[in-house]
């Protein structure tokens, strides 16, 4: 097959464009990180040891002869790259047309630049998948000018030259460790030139001979070890590139960055807080500072309206109040701030404005799901002291609390209770990474009501109406026969059946698709739910009714978590049944009980961990173990995997469960204040093994926002 040559074309444009800088004297210094055509820290397709900034979130797709790869990166920490790479793979199966392959990528980068010394990485490409990728790499980068970035490294595996034969059939998704950085090494090296402030350029040496893309339908493996490349930035959030491999096959490339860490608008559009008013002389006001207008039965019912009137204002509700002559509680629901420190900033100033000067002690409780989850006490004098000072300083003046939930001394602010809201808007709903459609997307509209009848009893539902998409119904595959089930033939199955052509293991996901594509309204969510705090350090929550759009039934949960504890246990049962395909409120035959117990444990920095261990949704017993990082502005990103005790076969492809869930606050993106976030989950597989309920509103997610782990976390906002 004849390809054009484009490597004496990219010379040649290379040789202008340095001929047309130099003669400009433009200067030249390298400025955001490039990344190469596997979506990571690199050149072409060989890494580099330079760390993309804290927090960096990038989608990167790449083309050309040898395949399509989309990848999602993320930097966790600050030396920490991880990767999640979905490819499109032309003839290298040859059962398949084309192999959708996923793959995982990790990088650690265990030396900075330092003087003399180069950045060093070590790195794993696909170590967990198929292997088609499958390499290992030690890496050195160094800037030598300001303009020129060099990197040596020695690779093992596709770095090498050396593809580890994939057996297809293979369920894959496991590390093989026994393959890390055995069989032959051999060096690799790239340069990278910044010609201009967006245009650079890229040179390489790489021993990929890409085996198994050129073996199976006929495309030529490359003529040469030498890549070049070309890379143009649009400021510091896209990249378009283009590049040669052997220097006759053309590929191109295009990404785009974000950094968790910086806001797509500046902060400080929210209008600005209520300053805090000192109190007047005792001369000024002697019955204030007595504390006389206590005796007044009218004195409280009065300052409590007028507070809540400003607080409603700053999208705060004053649940409830209670005042003294040297102590007021409030009890707020914060309705409008992502920071849960800054909505009780606000409200302290407030305070200041709306209670006579006796009052020393400010209590600021914090409300979720109708529960007391922590409380605040301050001294006044100290938010009179300190507005205008670093908010460390406060922060260590204030006690986080246990909060109880019934003191007694409370009262009910009017109104509160019952209370309706409902919202109509637009959804999305979108699939990724299937192995047969690799973007499937539906698009309608979502009439949602919440009616909170009684502190922590809640009534709420959802109800969808498609409009268009490319979700359709559909039926799942025999794991016996390898093939796809008729939709009525599988609607005539039993639970048994269908668990019969499933390796035995019951469907309660792999006919996901069985809900899609309904004409008519569906009603995903349709719960009534009772949470309660018995005692100051544990919380209860049960839930019953339509739970998610496969299963409905009862869920009970209860958490042990005090206020200034790194650690929380938790336990949840429940028992449910699978609901039908088509009808809204119907239930099929399969029914089940799963429960787990759970251990959570905040890091600090804004990491922490979970394990759950107990039953699945499809009868199987393990344990998932998750790990998350959530920033200072509300970016969530974890991966999880989970383990059974089904076996390769009986999971299917992808042997366990495993994925990344992903949360963006509406803040960060819109540059407004709102508690509403945009959640998604990455994952490589959606298979029957490892499936848990999915229930709104768990314990540990509702309480952790307003603990003193997270609380101080935040603080830096409290005088926002």
């Known amino acids: ?306 507070l809540s009137t400003a607080l409603a204002k700053e999208g705060q509700v004053l649940e409830s109040m209670s005042l003294s002559a040297n102590r007021a509680e409030i009890r707020i629901r914060n309705t409008r701030y992502p920071i849960q420190a800054e909505a009780i900033g606000r409200a302290a100033r407030l305070m200041t404005r709306a209670l006579p000067p006796s009052v020393e002690t400010f209590v600021i409780t914090s409300m979720k799901s109708g529960i007391a989850t922590s409380s605040v006490e301050l001294r006044r004098s100290d938010v009179e002291a300190l507005e205008n000072t670093a908010a460390a300083r406060i922060a260590q003046r204030a006690n986080i609390l246990d909060a109880k939930q019934y003191p007694g001394d409370l009262l009910a602010s009017p109104g509160i209770y019952p209370k309706f809201s409902w919202r109509l808007a637009p959804y999305g709903d979108i699939g990724l990474f299937d192995p047969d459609e690799p973007l499937r997307y539906e698009l309608g509209a979502e009439l949602s009501g919440r009616y909170e009848i009684l502190p922590g009893l809640i009534l709420k539902g959802r109800v969808r109406q498609r409009v268009l998409g490319t979700q359709t119904q559909k039926a799942p595959k025999n794991q016996i026969t390898n093939e796809n089930y008729s939709i009525d033939d599988y609607l005539a199955l039993d639970a048994e059946q269908q668990a019969a052509g499933n390796n035995g293991v019951p469907r309660v996901r792999s006919d996901t698709r069985m809900f899609a594509g309904n004409g008519g309204p569906t009603v995903p969510e349709l719960t009534l739910a009772w949470y309660a705090h018995p005692t100051p350090t544990t919380y209860t929550r049960v839930t019953a009714g339509m739970i998610e759009r496969a299963f409905g039934g009862v869920s009970a949960e209860a958490l042990w978590k005090p206020v200034d504890s790194r650690l929380a246990l938790g336990a949840e049962v429940n028992r449910v049944r699978k609901r039908d395909f088509d009808s809204v409120l119907g239930f099929q035959d399969y029914e089940v009980t799963t429960g787990h117990v759970s251990a959570y444990y905040d890091f600090g920095n804004g990491i922490w961990g979970q394990v759950d261990v107990g039953k699945y949704l499809a009868g199987d017993k393990g344990a998932t173990v998750s790990l998350n990082r959530e920033f200072a502005n509300g970016w969530r990103i974890g991966a999880y995997a989970t383990k059974t005790n089904l076996s390769d076969e009986q999971y299917g492809e992808g042997s366990f469960d495993k994925g990344i869930t992903m949360s963006v606050p509406l803040t960060w993106a819109l540059g407004t204040p709102s508690t509403q976030r945009v959640t998604g989950d990455l994952r490589s597989l959606s298979r029957d093994g490892g499936s848990r309920l999915r229930v709104d509103g768990r314990l540990y997610e509702t309480v952790r926002e307003t603990h003193s782990g997270k609380l101080y976390e935040g603080w830096g906002r409290f005088w926002r």
């Open 1 to 306: 097959m004849h390809r054009p040559r484009f490597r004496p074309l990219l010379l040649t444009t290379t040789a202008l464009l340095t001929a047309s800088v130099t003669a400009l004297g433009v200067p030249m210094t390298l400025s955001a990180q490039t990344l190469n055509s596997y979506g990571m820290p690199g050149a072409i397709d060989t890494p580099t040891a330079v760390a993309p900034a804290e927090g960096q979130f990038s989608a990167d797709v790449s083309y050309s002869d040898y395949g399509r790869r989309v990848t999602t990166s993320f930097q966790v920490l600050p030396r920490l790259t991880t990767a999640l790479r979905y490819s499109r793979i032309k003839g290298i199966d040859p059962n398949r047309d084309a192999l959708y392959d996923r793959s995982f990528d990790i990088q650690f980068q265990v030396f900075e630049e330092s003087g003399w010394r180069p950045s060093v990485a070590v790195g794993l490409r696909d170590f967990l998948g198929t292997g088609i990728y499958s390499s290992e790499y030690l890496v050195a980068t160094k800037q030598v000018t300001p303009a020129i970035r060099v990197s040596g490294g020695i690779g093992w595996g596709r770095l090498a030259g050396a593809w580890r034969r994939t057996d297809y059939n293979d369920e894959g998704g496991k590390p093989k460790v026994e393959d890390w950085f055995s069989g032959p090494a051999r060096p690799f090296a790239s340069i990278e030139w910044q010609a201009t402030d967006k245009l650079s350029v890229l040179a390489e040496y790489s021993n990929d001979d890409y085996e198994p893309e050129s073996d199976a339908d006929g495309t030529e493996p490359p003529d040469g070890r030498l890549n070049l490349g070309v890379n143009y930035r649009l400021g510091d959030t896209y990249q378009i590139g283009a590049y040669t491999i052997g220097g006759d096959t053309f590929g191109i490339r295009a990404s785009v960055a974000l950094n968790a860490r910086q806001p797509q608008y500046p902060s400080g559009l929210e209008p600005a807080p209520a300053p805090v008013r000192p109190r007047p002389s005792p001369a000024a006001d002697p019955e204030g500072w007595s504390g006389a207008w206590s005796a007044d039965p009218t004195a409280q019912p009065a300052i409590q309206t007028a």
